[in-house]
């Protein structure tokens, strides 16, 4: 199954530099709050800096899960993250069954950033599209996304 | 496909849809075995798959003389659909939080 990347471009008021720190050590500053994992209230998600770091949510019930991790940091132009998330809404903890999110901050002029996201490599979590394609079992993918789907229709 | 995802989530929005969307994460059902299981009635019930339909949830198909329901096998799809809505709901946040703080706000002409 192949899908296309989704992409998303937004030019932002600020400078590059700016931009690439609320982005990352300020992820938590504007995070939209209704999208997360857990079944508790978020408290917090955090952006690690440098490559390696780890991209997670924790929650009021003291639980943390991983969204994914940093795979290149290149302050104030480029971010890449994987993207642990697969069909289920589950933590699937390999890296090959990953997708990943690109973003890419640029210079348009003085003061003005477009910041550009790409989010790839869908059929990396093909293994969860395959169970979903076998399927008459319960868990189908649709059980994490459906409660958010409801969460989200509901606010 | 732009609205592809609201339509989605308007669907689910209702507490009955969402009763049908569980019962059918079982199996592929039959609206007279859905009407049968839950409080809706079967008139109701052919309603709410007709919007789950039209909002690309589920999918029927004839068997004998019946028409079963079951849920579209393609959960990265819809992984993608969510996606493609929360980097939406995302970088527009982001964008006002990044204004909002910067240092250099209204020190130059955009």
């Known amino acids: ?155 | 496909m732009a609205t592809y995802g609201s339509d989605r989530l308007s669907a689910l929005a209702d507490p009955s849809r969402r009763a049908i969307f569980e019962a059918l994460r079982q199996g592929p059902r039959a609206v007279g075995e859905l009407a049968a299981t839950l409080p809706i009635s079967r008139p109701a019930v052919s309603q709410h798959l007709k919007v789950l339909k039209e909002a690309g949830l589920v999918v029927d198909q004839a068997a004998g003389t019946k028409r079963l329901y079951r849920l579209r096998p393609d959960g990265i799809a819809a992984l993608r659909a969510y996606l493609d809505e929360m980097w939406s709901d995302a970088l527009s946040s982001f964008a006002k939080q990044a204004e909002a703080t910067a240092p250099d706000r209204g020190s130059e002409e955009p």
């Not at chain 1, 940091?73 to 997708?99: M, T």
Request: with cysteine; hydrophobic share 40%; aromatic share 10%.
């Open chain 1, 1 to 155: 199954m192949t899908l296309e990347p989704i992409r998303k471009t937004i030019t932002v008021a600020c400078s590059r530099e700016h931009a690439f720190k609320v982005y990352t050590e300020g992820f938590d500053s504007w995070w939209p709050r209704e999208h997360h994992l857990g079944e508790a209230e978020l408290v917090e998600v955090v952006l690690e800096a440098g490559e390696g770091g780890r991209w997670y949510e924790r929650l009021a019930d003291g639980s943390e899960c991983v969204w994914g991790r940093v795979l290149a940091w290149e302050p104030p132009g480029r971010v890449v993250l994987s993207w642990h998330i697969d069909g289920d809404w589950k933590i699937d903890p390999d890296p090959a069954r990953a997708s990943e999110i690109e973003v890419v901050f640029t210079e348009k002029g003085p003061g003005t950033t477009r910041v550009a996201i790409e989010h790839r490599a869908f059929e990396r979590h093909g293994a969860t599209a395959e169970k979903v394609h076998d399927g008459v079992d319960t868990d189908d993918g649709w059980t994490g996304l459906l409660k958010l789907f409801a969460a989200k229709a509901a606010s």
